[in-house]
C-alpha cells in the first residue's frame, strides 16, 4: 500500500510512520495542509489518513477539497475529536472511516487494509480514451475496435496512463508505480517503454504522438 499520513503531531507522526513501513507501506508523512496538496498532486495513494487539527488549516476543509477535486482514494480521519457530531461530519463530508486517538496501531492497520480493499473492489473494470480501450478483467487492449498484444510491463504502463488521462507524470513517478524503483534510476527504462507503447498504438495518419514527452519531467496521455 502506497499511504499519505497527515498528522502535525510528531510523536504519533513517527510512530504510524515507523509501523506502517515496517509491515512494507510506502508511507509519505505531510505535517500541514500545504504538504498534503503537494504530496497529493505529486503522486497517488491507496489510502489517507488524516488529522482534522493542522497548523495552517483543518483536516476537513481539506477534505472537502480533495473530494470536489474527484480524489478517489478512500480516507481515514485520525482525529481526537471523539464526539459522534465530529463523525457524522467527517463522514459526511467524504471520509470513508473515522478513528479516535489514542488508538491501538493493529486496529488503524486492519482499518487501512479493509478501506484498500473496499476500494479495489469498486475499481473500474475497463478504462477507455478517444478509441483506446483497456479491459482489466479480460487483461485486453483494442485500438480502434482492434486487438493489441501488449506484455505485462506495457499493460501496467498504458492502465497508469489511463488513470491519470492529460496528466503529466514524472519517471519517477512511472518508476515507483511499474517497477517500484528496483532498477537503476539512470537508465531510460521509462523512456523505452514509452516508446514501444507508441510504436504499438500508434494510429494511422497520426500527427502527434498518443504519449507526449514533456521535456525534462516524463509524460501524459494526450
Sequence with gaps: MKILLVEDDRKIGQFVKKGLEEVSCGTTW?????????AVA????????LDIGLPDGNGLQLLTEWRDKKLAAPVLILSARHE??????G??????????KPFSFGELLARLRSLVRRHSGQKKTVLERRDLRLDLLAHEVSLAG???????????????FLQNPARVLTRTQIAEK?????FDMETNLVDVYVAKLRSKLRRNGETEPLFQSVRGVGYKLA
Excluded: M, P
Excluded at 505529486?42 to 489518513?49: A, I, P, T
Excluded at 463522514?91 to 479516535?100: F, K, P, V
Excluded at 493489441?148 to 497508469?160: D, G, H, I, M, S
Design 30 to 38: 505531510a505535517r500541514s495542509c500545504q504538504e498534503a496538496r503537494a
Design 42 to 49: 505529486d503522486g497517488q495513494f491507496d489510502v489517507v489518513v
Design 84 to 89: 459522534v457530531d465530529d463523525k457524522i461530519a
Design 91 to 100: 463522514l459526511n463530508l467524504g471520509a470513508d472511516d473515522y478513528l479516535t
Design 146 to 160: 482492434k486487438r493489441v498484444e501488449l506484455t505485462q510491463r506495457e499493460f501496467a504502463l498504458l492502465e497508469f
Design 178 to 182: 511499474i517497477w517500484d524503483c528496483h
